[in-house]
Every structure is written in structure tokens, then in C-alpha cells.
């Protein structure tokens, strides 16, 4: 439940939860595990037989918040549990253990990383000195207005609302200092900033792989707070042409192999502020840095010399969610810091922007801006959850001796037999057992003994059910034999 509530809070898709409580439990010897994940609330029920009452515990996931340190613990712990590396009894203390932590980086820190990431955007867009330093303070003050916003428990599609705000009022700003500079790339500098890191992607992998009530509350939920983003940049907009400032947006650029370079800088900058703010540990930083360079040349480079900027956006995002699990496994991180990190520089923050300003003109126009916005941005989550998907299983079927650190995200362990057949032939030392033919039989260890004796004993009244409960390895438990 600890696993389970942990990784949910901290943004992990319903589809992962389920495979990781259920790769717990099934690595302890239960085979009649239910597990349903919700928006915000984690049901883990067990049926020893079918004459038994069930064990369930439930338990709601708020304050979802955006920590990478902490969704990497969860599954260190898993993965150490389930290969038999941590005894239940360590699992249970770290698992325990990781909500109270302190953060790798402080608060001003973290902010700091957000405003990079700000800064970097911006300058990915071609932007002058002044307009990159406008956004790197507008993204650092957004952040922080939102934070305190959030401690106040102000809900954040009001946060949302006044980091639109302030990124249109930064825009005039800058554009009255110097009219001749493109100011408003602060605005889609902030919008990006914004928007990264909603649950878009995960709302897509809960889409895609069958949890429609998870999904369509996380879809709901990014929906109020891209409204929120848009109705300050509104507000903003309606002050500034009171004003008279005109911070329309200006044509992209062509690739030149000047832009490729700024692009590289740029995009890996954003990422490695994005990772410092969302508290990815150090050991991480540069890989996501690199996924996000990569991901944002490409991206640029397929939409100006090949093909539409969905698709590339939706070819950049394939190659980030692939890149992504194999990271994961290698690093044993958390695939979703590197698809979110990864996936920065492809938001489409400008083709919004300028929905917004053709809603003032022409609304056709601008809502068809709007619409292709959404295009681009189901085209990422598409695209990320594929290459999730097809590299899960390629890392799961090139595993043959240990047991792969990322689960396969669309399809959770529901019985021993699956779960014997996706975890590969690892066995613990001490337990090697030979089959019929004389050759090696998968093993994989297990703690039954000591979970059951973690549970209500209310459970194992009735001791006719517990020989129903097959060890991992073939034998029989016997409660006269547990400790």
C-alpha cells in the first residue's frame, strides 16, 4: 500500500502502480491480488480462498506533488524487494521511511532550476539577452507564487491563472524597455513551463492501457489548469492592449546549423532546470539533459525538412519514451523523469499563444490554433507511451538473468505463472532446482512466510486455506512451520 500510495503521489501512472503492488505481492506468494487505482485513492484487496472474507485496505493519494528522488526510493525499494537484495522487514522501514525525507535540493534551489528551464525555452526561440533574462525572472517568479499559493491551499487553477498573468505583464514590461525585441517569448517561454509537467502523459499511458476512470480525472485535471494558464494570459492581454503594447508573435525561424547548436544548449538547459525543480537526483541530471537535447533538435529538424510538426513532435516523443525505459533499466531510475524532461522542448507553448491571440481577432482563427495545440500534444503523450510500451518489452525479453527493473507497463503481474514467464529465469542463491529435462526451472524469491505473518491474523484462523497458497518455489508453506 506504502508502494503503491508513494508512487501515485508522486505522478506514476495507474498502470505502473498496479504492475509494481502486484509484482510485490505476487513476489510473496499471493496469487488472488485485486488492486484498483483511481485518481487519488489506491484499493489493494486479497482472498486467501473463496470461503474467506477479503483483506482490503484502502487509501487516498493527495497532494500530488512532482519529486523524482522520492518515485525513485519507491522503486528502489520494489526492486530490491522483489530480486530478494532488501528483507520484507527493511522494505517495510524504507518504504515507511521516504514521505518524511528531506528534499536533494532546497527550495531556492529548486526554483532556480525552474527558472532555468525558463531562460533555456526562451532562447531556444531565437530570443535576445534581455528577453531570456525576462523569462528566466518570470518562470523563477511563477513558481514561487504558485508554491506559496499552494501552501495557503489555494487550489492551482488560481496559481495557474496568475503565472499567465505575470508572464503577459513581463512581456509588456520587457516590450516597453526595448519595443524592437520579440518580448513575447517570455510568454510562451511561461506557458511551457506551465504545462510541463501535468499529467498529460500519464493520463494518455492510463488511456491507452485500460484505466479510463484514472485517465479521464487526470485529462479532467490538466484541462482546468491549461484554462487556468489561459485565462491570466487573457487578462494579461486585454491589459496590454489597454496600454497599447502590441507582444504579437513573430514566425519561426529557419534551421540553420547556428540554430541547431542553440538548440542543443537551450533544450538541454531546460532540461537539466527542469530535473533540479522536480528534485531528480544528481546521478540523473545529465541523462535527462541529453534526452531533451536530442528530442528537441529532432523534433526540429523532422518539422522543418520532413514532415508535419505533429508527427515530429509525435517521432521526437517515440524516441524520448524508448530512450526513457532503457535509461531506467541501466540507471535504475524512474523512466518518467526522462520522458518528462525529454518531452520539453516539444510542447507546443507557442501554437497556444497564438490561439490566444487570434481568440481576440478572429475566434476561427484562434481556435484553430487551439485545436492544432491539442494535436501536438496528443501526439507527445501518443507517442511517449508507444515508445514506453515497445522498449518495456524488448528490455523485458533481453533480460534472461535478472529481473528487469522497469515493469511492462501494459500488462501487470496477475498470476504466478505471468509473472514467472515476464520476470526471466533469476534466481536467488540457495535455490536452484532442477526440472524434468534436468535443466534449470525459473525461481524467484519469496517472503510468504514473513508477509503473512504481517497481515491480520484474523486471515489465517481458518488453516484449511493457507495450503492454497503455493510457494514461488514449488513447496507447500505450513503455518506450524512459520516462525
Known amino acids: 500500500m506504502r508502494v503503491g500510495v508513494g508512487l501515485l503521489t508522486n505522478g506514476a501512472a495507474a498502470s505502473e502502480v498496479t504492475a509494481t503492488v502486484l509484482r510485490v505481492t505476487s513476489s510473496s506468494g499471493f496469487r488472488n491480488v ?57 522494505a517495510r522501514h524504507r518504504a515507511a521511511a521516504i514521505p518524511q525525507t528531506s528534499t536533494i535540493y532546497k527550495p531556492l534551489l529548486a526554483t532556480a532550476g525552474f527558472a532555468v528551464m525558463g531562460g533555456g525555452l526562451a532562447l531556444s526561440f531565437g530570443a535576445e539577452t534581455i528577453v531570456v533574462l525576462a523569462a528566466t525572472l518570470a518562470s523563477g517568479l511563477l513558481i514561487t507564487l504558485a508554491d506559496l499559493l499552494g501552501r495557503r491551499q489555494i487550489p492551482a487553477f488560481y496559481s495557474q491563472a496568475v503565472g499567465g498573468l505575470i508572464a503577459v505583464l513581463t512581456a509588456v514590461l520587457v516590450s516597453l524597455i526595448d519595443p524592437t525585441v520579440n518580448s513575447s517569448i ?4 511561461c506557458i511551457i513551463v506551465q504545462l510541463t509537467g501535468l499529467a498529460s502523459i500519464g493520463a494518455m499511458q492510463d488511456a491507452v492501457t485500460g484505466w479510463y476512470v484514472t485517465a479521464a480525472g487526470r485529462i479532467l485535471e490538466t484541462l482546468m489548469l491549461t484554462v487556468g494558464v489561459v485565462a491570466g494570459v487573457r487578462g494579461g492581454l486585454l491589459l496590454a492592449d489597454i496600454i497599447g503594447v502590441d ?28 530535473g533540479i525543480g522536480t528534485q531528480v537526483p544528481p546521478r540523473m541530471l545529465l541523462w535527462i539533459s541529453l534526452v531533451a537535447a536530442v528530442s528537441g533538435v529532432l523534433a526540429n529538424l523532422l518539422s522543418s525538412l520532413v514532415m508535419d510538426r505533429v508527427y515530429a513532435a509525435a517521432a521526437a516523443s517515440f524516441m524520448t519514451g524508448a530512450a526513457a525505459v ?48 491539442a494535436e501536438v500534444a496528443i501526439g507527445i503523450a501518443a507517442g511517449a507511451v508507444l515508445g514506453q510500451l515497445l522498449a518495456s518489452r524488448l528490455v523485458q525479453h533481453t533480460r534472461r538473468n535478472a529481473i528487469a527493473y522497469t515493469p511492462t507497463i501494459s500488462s501487470p503481474f496477475t498470476t504466478m505463472r505471468r509473472r514467472r514467464l515476464s520476470l526471466g529465469s533469476h534466481r536467488p542463491l540457495g535455490s536452484r532446482r532442477r526440472g524434468r529435462r534436468g535443466g534449470p526451472q525459473p525461481v524467484e524469491p519469496s517472503t510468504m512466510t514473513g508477509e503473512m505473518t504481517a497481515l491480520s491474523p484474523s486471515m489465517f484462523e481458518d488453516s484449511e486455506g493457507l495450503p492454497d497458497l503455493e510457494d514461488p518455489r514449488g513447496q507447500r508453506s505450513d503455518p506450524e512451520e512459520s516462525p
Not at 38 to 58: G, K, M, N
Not at 247 to 274: C, D, E, Q
Open 247 to 274: 507582444i504579437a508573435i513573430s514566425a519561426a525561424m529557419p534551421v540553420t546549423p547556428i540554430l541547431v547548436l542553440v538548440l542543443i544548449v537551450s533544450s538541454a538547459a531546460a532540461g537539466l532546470g527542469y
Open 326 to 373: 532503457i535509461l531506467g533499466d541501466k540507471l535504475r531510475a524512474p523512466t518518467l523523469a526522462f520522458v518528462m524532461g525529454g518531452v520539453i522542448p516539444l510542447v507546443p507553448g507557442s501554437r497556444i499563444y497564438r490561439g490566444l491571440l487570434g481568440l481576440g481577432d478572429d475566434p476561427t482563427t484562434g481556435a484553430l490554433e487551439l485545436f492544432g495545440a
Open 186 to 189: 517570455v510568454v510562451v517561454a
Open 34 to 90: 485485486s488492486v484498483q487505482v483511481t485518481f487519488d485513492e489506491v484499493v489493494i484487496s486479497y482472498l486467501p480462498d473463496e470461503l474467506s472474507t477479503p483483506f482490503t485496505r484502502v487509501r487516498a493519494a493527495t497532494g500530488r506533488t512532482q519529486d523524482f528522488s522520492r518515485l525513485a526510493a519507491f522503486e528502489d525499494v520494489t526492486h530490491g524487494y522483489i530480486t530478494g537484495e532488501i528483507g520484507l522487514d527493511e
